[in-house]
C-alpha cells in the first residue's frame, strides 16, 4: 500500500530511522556499517529544536492563488511573516508581479481548545472561499487540533461540495517528531492526494498529428526540476541553464507552481532531485503511480558535484558526450574566474552547520575552494547523507568533528570556542553564536543568492573573499556582546549531554 493512500505521512524517525543526536568523527561515521549509529541516541539536555511548521509554510506559502489557513494556537505560523519577503521576490522574479502571501489562521483560543475547533474551522473555510476566491485552501494542522484530535480532514471532506476551491490538508503537528524534514513529506502528501490529477476540460482541441509528434517529443525531454524552497529563483536558472544546454526542459516544481497546472510533473521524462533529503518521498511515489523515474544522489552544489549531477542526468538521456564536453568547458571558465581568491582561501578553517546534504555539499565545495573544514554540523542524519560522509572523509587525512543538531547551540559554542575557525557559514538566524565570538559568518542559503550549479560556486566565492577582507563587525560583536554559558562548559566535551544507547551521558 502506498503512504499516500493514508491521511497523513508517516514520521521521518520510522520511514528512514532519521536521527538529530550525534557527536563525533567525520570518520566514525564514513566507516562501513557506522552510517546509522546516530539512531538510538538521545540527549539528557537539549535547549532547543526546530518546528516542522517553518519548512512547511515556507513551501505552501509559495503556491499562487492559494489561502494558507493556519489551523492551531494564537500566534501558530507566525513565521509566516518573516518569509513573505521571499514570497513577494519570488513572484516578482517570476511573473514580474510583487504580491504578498495569503495566510490566515483559526486562532484558536481557550474555550475552543477545550471543546473541539472544528466548527471554527468550517467557518474559517467558508470565510476564505467566499472573499478571496483562490484555487486552493490549504488547511495546516498545528499542535493544538492534534492533541485536542480535530479532524481537518473530515471537516474538508464534508465541506468540499460546499466550496469552488479545492481543500488540501496538511498535517504538521509539530508535537509527533522532532525530524523537522518530515514537513516536506506532509506538504508533498497532500499535493500528491489532490493535485495531480489532469484537470478535465470542457472542450479539447485534438491536435493534428504533426503537433502530437511534437507534444511527445517535448515531454520526452522534460524534467521535473525539484525545488521545496531549497534554492531561489537565480539557482533555478543556473540548472535551467545546463539542463538547456544539454537540450532538456525543465519543469520547475512545487513552489510557485500554479495549482491547475501541478499535474504535469506527471507527465515528464524524468525527476530531478536538487536535494535528496527534501524529495525521495514524492519522487517514489510519482514512479510508482505514474510511472516517472527519477535521480535522487546528488545536490549540485560544487565543481564535482554539478559535474556528477549532469552526467546523471545526460545518461538518462544518452548524451554522455554533450555532458562531458559541457563540463569541460564550464569548469575551465570557472577555474580561471576562481584564480584570485583561491591563495585567499588557502589553509583558512570553516564551520559549515546547515540542513543534512547541504552541510556535506558545502563542505565539499570549500574543501575545492582551499578551505580546511574545522567541523560540521547537520540538522538531522539519515541513510542519504552516508555516500557525502564517505567523499569528505577521503579529502581528509585527518578527522575533524561533526554534531548532528537540530538548534543546540551550546553544543555550537563549545565546538567553536574549541576549534576556532576562521568563518562559519549557518542558515539565517543561525550565525548569531559565532558572531558574538568574533567569526566571520555567511549565510549558507538565501533566496536572493546564487549558491548551485558553476555560477553558484563562483558567486559563493566572491562574498567569502569580500566577508573574509573585512570581518571588522564580528570583531567588534566579541568585544561587546557574551554568550550565555559558564566559561566551565567550555572545559567539557561539547557532546557530553549525548547519551548513548544505554542510557549514559558520553561523558
Request: hydrophobic share 35%; glycine share 8%; aromatic share 10%.
Amino acid at each position: 500500500m502506498s503512504y499516500l493512500d493514508n491521511k497523513e505521512p508517516p514520521r521521518r524517525d520510522d520511514r528512514l530511522q532519521a536521527s538529530i543526536t550525534y557527536g563525533g568523527s567525520i570518520c566514525s561515521l564514513a566507516g562501513p556499517g557506522k552510517g546509522c549509529c546516530a539512531s538510538g541516541q538521545d540527549r539528557s539536555f537539549t535547549q532547543g529544536s526546530i518546528c516542522l511548521l517553518l519548512p512547511g509554510l515556507a513551501m505552501l506559502n509559495s503556491i499562487p492563488d492559494s489561502v494558507v489557513l493556519l489551523h492551531g494556537a494564537i500566534g501558530c505560523g507566525s513565521c509566516s511573516h518573516s518569509q513573505n519577503a521571499n514570497i513577494r521576490s519570488g513572484g516578482n522574479t517570476r511573473w514580474g508581479r510583487t504580491k504578498d502571501a495569503l495566510w490566515l489562521s483559526t486562532a484558536l483560543n481557550e474555550s475552543e481548545v477545550v471543546n473541539g475547533g472544528e466548527p471554527k474551522l468550517e467557518a474559517a473555510i467558508r470565510k476564505a472561499d467566499r472573499r478571496y476566491r483562490p484555487a486552493t485552501i490549504i488547511v495546516v494542522a498545528g499542535c493544538v487540533p492534534g492533541i485536542i484530535g480535530d479532524d481537518i480532514d473530515g471537516v474538508a471532506a464534508r465541506l468540499q461540495p460546499e466550496v469552488s476551491a479545492k481543500i488540501l490538508p496538511v498535517h504538521c503537528e509539530g508535537f509527533k517528531t522532532k525530524i523537522w524534514a518530515t514537513a516536506y513529506d506532509a506538504v508533498y502528501h497532500s499535493l500528491g492526494r489532490n493535485l495531480l490529477e489532469n484537470p478535465e476540460y470542457q472542450s479539447r482541441i485534438i491536435p493534428d498529428e504533426l503537433e502530437e509528434l511534437k507534444e511527445k517529443h517535448r515531454l520526452s525531454r522534460t524534467v521535473n526540476l525539484m525545488n521545496v524552497s531549497s534554492m531561489g529563483r537565480v539557482d533555478e536558472l543556473e540548472l535551467t541553464r545546463l539542463l538547456n544546454a544539454l537540450g532538456l526542459e525543465a519543469n520547475v516544481f512545487p513552489v510557485f507552481t500554479k495549482p491547475e497546472e501541478m499535474y504535469k510533473a506527471t507527465q515528464a521524462a524524468l525527476s530531478i532531485s536538487t536535494c535528496p533529503t527534501h524529495d525521495d518521498y514524492f519522487l517514489k511515489h510519482l514512479q510508482e503511480t505514474y510511472g516517472v523515474p527519477y535521480i535522487l544522489k546528488h545536490m549540485p552544489i560544487g565543481i564535482k558535484n554539478t559535474g556528477d549531477w549532469l552526467r546523471e542526468v545526460a545518461a538518462f538521456f544518452h548524451l554522455e558526450e554533450q555532458a562531458d564536453q559541457l563540463i569541460r568547458q564550464e569548469e575551465a571558465d570557472l577555474q580561471a574566474a576562481l584564480a584570485e581568491f583561491k591563495p585567499w582561501f588557502s589553509g583558512k578553517k570553516v564551520f559549515i552547520s546547515a540542513g543534512e546534504i547541504r552541510a556535506y555539499a558545502n563542505g565539499y565545495l570549500l574543501t575545492e575552494l582551499g578551505f580546511e573544514i574545522a567541523g560540521i554540523r547537520a540538522f538531522h542524519h539519515d541513510e542519504f547523507a552516508e555516500g557525502e560522509y564517505q567523499k569528505l572523509a577521503s579529502l581528509y587525512p585527518s578527522d575533524f568533528p561533526v554534531n548532528i543538531a537540530n538548534a543546540q547551540p551550546f553544543e555550537e559554542a563549545n565546538l567553536l570556542k574549541k576549534l576556532q575557525p576562521d568563518l562559519f557559514l549557518g542558515h539565517w538566524g543561525g550565525n548569531a553564536t559565532a558572531s558574538k565570538l568574533g567569526i566571520a559568518t555567511h549565510v549558507i542559503y538565501n533566496t536572493g543568492l546564487s549558491y548551485i550549479g558553476y555560477k553558484g560556486v563562483y558567486e559563493l566565492a566572491k562574498r567569502l573573499y569580500r566577508q573574509l577582507k573585512n570581518p571588522i563587525l564580528n570583531r567588534n560583536l566579541r568585544e561587546h556582546l557574551k554568550l550565555p554559558y559558564n566559561p566551565k562548559w567550555y572545559e567539557r566535551d561539547p557532546f557530553s549531554y549525548i547519551k548513548s544507547q544505554g542510557g549514559q551521558n558520553n561523558v
